[in-house]
């Protein structure tokens, strides 16, 4: 989970939105972070982040790159699963 962690982390600080007009999507990263960990905790019917198992960790991933890749504007059903 730690690597994972760094990895939305790193993208959170370093995302730009294309819609960077739009106030709620310019928030910080904390926040954006934040909207990452809500579907994994509820996917996963976690009661915080930290609570995450091993073997729940390839979910959790899935769900943070689908939306990687819908913040940057990829359709997720266009690329292959992960």
Known sequence: MVQLRREIEEWSRNYESP???I???TSNYQSLKNAIYIPIKL???LKTINDIET???PK???IFYEIREI???VDPDDISKY
């Open 23 to 25: 106030p709620c999507m």
């Open 43 to 45: 996917a996963l019917g």
């Open 19 to 21: 819609f960077n007009e």
């Open 60 to 62: 959790a991933r899935r």
């Open 71 to 73: 913040c940057e504007g």
């Open 55 to 57: 073997w729940q960790v």
